[in-house]
Every structure is written in C-alpha cells, then in structure tokens.
C-alpha cells in the first residue's frame, strides 16, 4: 500500500548535524503515522521518533531528545528527521516506517524502508 525510500545518511564528526528524509508513495500518506527506527551492528532495531498523520503529535526516545527532531511534509509526500549533536551512539542503519491508524503513535509499523546508514566518528 505504502512504499518507503531513505535518504540522506552519510559520515559525520561528533557534534555535527545530518537530516534524513523518506520519500513515500502513493496519496495516503497522511493516513499513516509514521516513524524513525535504528539499528547498530550487533544491537536490536530501535525506536527513535514518530509522529502523527498531520503532524501534530510527536515522540522521541529518551536517547534523542533535544537533539533530534521530527517533521513531515504531506504534500511532498515526505518525513524528515534532523539530528544534531550527533554522538558515536548515534551510529546506524535509520529507517523509516508506516502504520495505521494515523493517530496512534504507538503498536507495531508494518511498512518499511530500506534504511540509510549514518556513521558518527569521534
């Protein structure tokens, strides 16, 4: 129903600042809450942010928090996540991903990107 296309990860410094973006198919992007999710080598994928089908909610691990915020744009069809002050904890495969209904942050997601690495030297 829903295809999803990273974009934007790369290599950093400490401190630094990267934004990913996530292009979304189809007209029903609004239908869907969406969210950021990461997982480092050896490490189980976790949760990062979400945010609701307009946009007017959001969540964000205690991890990120300040740091990192996130924002989508319906009409171009597209979710951002700018990350500032970017930590070496911070490296991983992002991903993004869909569920419905719109309104409800939490639950399982059920579509998937394809994820973007980004990498944090010290």
């Known amino acids: 129903q829903v295809q999803l296309v990273e974009s934007g990860g790369g290599l950093v410094q400490a401190g630094g600042s990267l934004k990913l973006s996530c292009a979304a198919s189809?007209?029903?992007?609004?239908?869907?809450?969406m969210g950021w999710f990461r997982q480092a080598p050896g490490k189980e994928r976790e949760f990062v942010a979400a945010?609701?089908?307009?946009?007017?909610?959001?969540n964000y691990a205690d991890s990120v928090k300040g740091r990192f915020t996130i924002s989508r744009d319906n009409a171009k069809l597209t979710l951002y996540l700018q990350m500032n002050n970017l930590k070496p904890e911070d490296t991983a495969v992002y991903y993004c991903?869909?569920?419905?209904?719109?309104?409800?942050?939490?639950?399982?997601?059920?579509?998937w990107g394809q994820g973007t690495q980004v990498t944090v030297s010290s």
């Open positions: 189809g007209r029903t992007f609004s239908s869907y809450a």
């Open positions: 945010i609701s089908g307009s946009g007017g909610t959001t």
């Open positions: 991903a869909a569920k419905r209904p719109h309104w409800v942050l939490s639950g399982n997601y059920d579509y």
